[in-house]
């Protein structure tokens, strides 16, 4: 049973987190989020520590569909960047603000851009395409996420200072629209460069918030430097071109890291 202390324990974190949103805001919801989210990667914990292969994926159907679907379309919750301006803008500290400050920006202190590995809708789709490892090095494109998150800013903004009306029915439409554009954005370059995350490694704005704070992330895999026979294997096997056997916070790309664990379960030695 020892070895599952660590998903136990997130859960009752999770748990924690939803009773004291419940309790402040009087909002019942906020229990049955987090609830939810903690039990489906409290579960993804115990598959991937049981060897079930899949047990990632699980995790980013179960919270990327409740996401989209149950938050986004039904409930016309935006959780695109544009959702977070607006709700920050209008003052209001309710589900999409909470869910970047946990997800987002805070959140990657501890876990890192564990967001990106488990949990993101885009993602989620991303990961059923052919080419789960870049078939080329990384290009020099990162700049266009500064571009994006100013532009998904600037719409905001605008919005407010023409003093849209309906703004409720038009995060709702540019939830529907920018996902749309995410989806066809990220499978047309997952296929033009051979690289399922080409997409999260050079447009997704959300990455200007995650990356900083993932530098100082608590959880990060790293490398017993005594077991390791530098094979390189582990450098294959990462999406998102990691150099994963350099402990030091400055390693390359290592604000890139999603924490799939792919580079661990192909570890020949261990070592990860
Ligand atoms: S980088 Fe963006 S699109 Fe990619 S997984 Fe992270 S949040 Fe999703
Ligand atoms: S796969 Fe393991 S042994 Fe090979 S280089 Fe990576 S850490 Fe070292
Ligand atoms: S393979 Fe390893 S280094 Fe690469 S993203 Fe996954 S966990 Fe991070």
Known sequence: MKKYAVPVLLLLVFLAVGVSLWLTKGNLFYLFNFSYIG??????????????????????????????????????????????????????????????????????????????????????????????????????LGWIRYVTFACSLAFVAALFLLHAGNMEGIMFRAFIVGNILYYACGIALAFALKDNRAFCKYICPITVFMKPMSYFSMIRVTCDKEKCVSCGKCKRVCMMDVDVTDNSRKRKNGTECVLCLECVKNCPKGAL
């Open 39 to 140: 039990g489906s990667i409290a579960l993804g914990m115990i598959l991937f520590i049981r060897r079930y292969r899949h047990a990632r994926r699980i995790v980013q159907l179960l919270v990327g569909l409740y996401m989209l679907v149950y938050l986004g379309l039904i409930n016309r919750e935006n959780m695109q960047i544009e959702g977070f301006w607006y709700y920050l803008f209008s003052g209001v500290f309710e589900a999409a603000t909470i869910h970047y400050a946990v997800a987002k920006i805070f959140g990657p202190l501890i876990f890192g851009r564990g967001w990106c590995g488990y949990a993101c809708w885009t993602a989620m789709v991303l990961d059923f395409l052919p080419y789960k490892t870049p078939a080329a090095p990384r290009k020099k």
